[in-house]
């Protein structure tokens, strides 16, 4: 370049002053000098106009340059919007999920017992799963039954058969209030909580000595409510209700179908519905 810019300007003056370049070859009306000026300015405009020409290009590809980096631009802050959105999804989910982890879960597993014996205990339970059970007392004076195959013999029972289908224990599940045919139950009870491990089943059992079956042939029984309280191992308290339909069949086991209502959590004295 620097050497096109020093000798550059000696060839344009040998070939306006030799005889042998056209149009220098032939006599012209211009002085030579003229001619030097001339060409001078002339190469001067063609440089000019190249130059243009080159920066009307660059500035061409400059703004497609500039419009695909601010489309790219543009793009990407949507992409990290999205992701911040699923980030945000993520972190939800995570929670719900460690929430989920001591969160009781409680099957029904379409198990229904009436009036077991004591003796028949060992044939058609599994005495290494929980029983939470619910005896209404005659009187309060009444001593507490302690031994399980003892309260099979002694009163009329249902019961049905739940599992804990969540990862972590739950703590004290007892039986806290019971309805006969949509009305308070009256009377002395007395409530035997249990703890219930993860996959375990635990025998949900009403005892009294009432002959239930015969009530609901008679049509004095058509239906009982449940609640229940219980805890998991945070010590975060939480209710469920049970809803047991009873139908005479005209034989000695009555049709049975139970409603499981969701677990709701306790949340200052309220029950929140999760």
């Not at 000026?37 to 590809?61: D, E, H, P, W």
């Not at 497609?64 to 911040?84: A, G, H, P």
């Amino acid at each position: 370049m620097i050497f096109i810019l020093i000798f550059l300007p000696l060839e344009i003056e040998k070939m306006i002053f030799s005889k042998k370049h056209i149009p220098f070859y032939n006599e012209t009306n211009f002085a030579k000098d003229v001619w030097f000026g001339f060409i001078a300015s002339y190469l001067g405009t063609i440089g000019t106009v190249l130059l243009g020409i080159i920066a009307l290009y660059q500035n061409k590809r400059y703004k497609e340059l500039s419009d695909e980096s601010e489309k790219r631009f543009i793009d990407l802050q949507t992409e990290i919007k999205e992701l911040n959105k699923k980030n945000v999804e993520l972190i939800e989910i995570n929670t719900k999920i460690e929430k989920a982890k001591y969160y009781p879960i409680l099957s029904e597993m379409e198990h229904y017992y009436w009036n077991m014996s004591g003796k028949k205990l060992e044939e058609d339970f599994n005495l290494e799963n929980s029983f939470q059970i619910t005896i209404k007392k005659e009187s309060d004076f009444d001593k507490r039954d302690e031994r399980i195959a003892k309260i099979f013999d002694d009163y009329y029972t249902f019961v049905y058969v739940l599992k804990n289908e969540g990862e972590r224990t739950i703590r004290n599940f007892s039986c806290c209030d019971v309805k006969i045919n949509n009305k308070q139950e009256l009377g002395f009870w007395i409530y035997y909580p249990c703890d219930i491990e993860p996959g375990e089943m635990v025998y949900v059992v009403y005892a009294t000595k009432i002959n239930i079956i015969k009530q609901i042939q008679n049509g004095e029984i058509y239906s009982m409510d449940f609640m229940y309280n219980m805890e998991n191992v945070l010590g975060e308290r939480y209710t469920m209700s049970a809803w047991a339909q009873f139908y005479d069949t005209g034989e000695e086991i009555v049709s049975t179908v139970l409603n499981i209502n969701g677990i709701c959590k306790n949340n200052n004295d309220r029950a929140e519905k999760q």
